[in-house]
């Protein structure tokens, strides 16, 4: 297995973490949140290797719009995970998931080239 890039393909952090992977020769495969929702499986499965708090992305201007109901049910992981299924960007970018099972959020060179050794 490859390692697994999860994103928005016209997202800034996406395009740095892409440019870096090809710097350094790494083949992986990119699954684009916009083309393949994600879905509750998927999230879970994230949640197993990172905290809410972590892969909920507060920054962008999803989360800014959204009601604070809405914010609110992203507090909870049972209620955060159908937001997060409609509202894709509001997960952090990328979640990188490695040939080991382990995940990273973000995009930290430093990071990110730990865990390809």
Not at 23 to 37: A, C, L, P, S, T
Not at 58 to 76: V, Y
Not at 99 to 107: A, R
């Amino acid at each position: 297995m490859s390692i697994k890039i999860y994103g928005i393909k016209n997202c800034n952090t996406m395009k740095k973490t892409f440019d870096f992977l090809a710097e350094k020769g790494v083949e992986y495969d990119f699954i684009d949140y916009k083309r393949e929702k994600p879905d509750a499986v998927l999230l879970e499965g994230f949640l197993k290797k990172t905290d809410l708090a972590s892969l909920v992305n507060k920054k962008g201007t999803t989360f800014r719009k959204m009601t604070d109901e809405q914010k609110s049910a992203l507090e909870n992981e049972e209620t955060a995970i159908p937001v997060l299924e409609e509202n894709s960007s509001m997960i952090k970018r990328p979640v990188i998931v490695y040939k080991d099972g382990s995940v990273t959020l973000g995009f930290d060179p430093e990071e990110i080239e730990g865990h390809l050794k």
